[in-house]
């Protein structure tokens, strides 16, 4: 059984930092592809992030690009996503995903808000 679970979000002011975490379980982590995905109010998904653990790979979209940085604990089967630098666009439910088997698996998401 896969099981994605993210924590970390909340409220943070602009260019401040937070870490996201999201625990997997049920598969073997460092094998697939982990991705972060988000959704801004009113909008649809935006890819943010991903990693290959097993090949050291890391991809960025352009917008986050130089600000966060995706990481994984293969020990604690744990995703991370630093983000610092934070602009009020970066307000999102954000969401860890892979994709195995033919098939999406998402966590419940986390809440980050960036706001003065």
């Known amino acids: 059984e896969v099981q994605l679970v993210e924590s970390g979000g909340g409220l943070v002011q602009p260019g401040g930092s937070l870490r996201l975490s999201c625990v997997a379980s049920?598969?073997?982590?460092?094998?697939?592809?982990m991705s972060w995905v988000r959704q801004a109010p009113g909008k649809g998904l935006q890819w943010v992030s991903s990693?290959?653990?097993?090949?050291?790979?890391?991809y960025y979209a352009d917008s986050v690009k130089g600000r966060f940085t995706i990481s994984t604990d293969n020990a604690k089967n744990t995703l991370y996503l630093v983000m610092n630098s934070l602009k009020s666009e970066d307000t999102a439910v954000y969401y860890c995903?892979?994709?195995?088997?033919?098939?999406?698996?998402w966590g419940q998401g986390t809440q980050v808000t960036v706001s003065s």
């Open positions: 990693i290959y653990s097993s090949g050291s790979s890391t």
């Open positions: 995903n892979t994709v195995l088997l033919g098939a999406a698996y």
């Open positions: 049920g598969f073997t982590f460092s094998s697939y592809i």
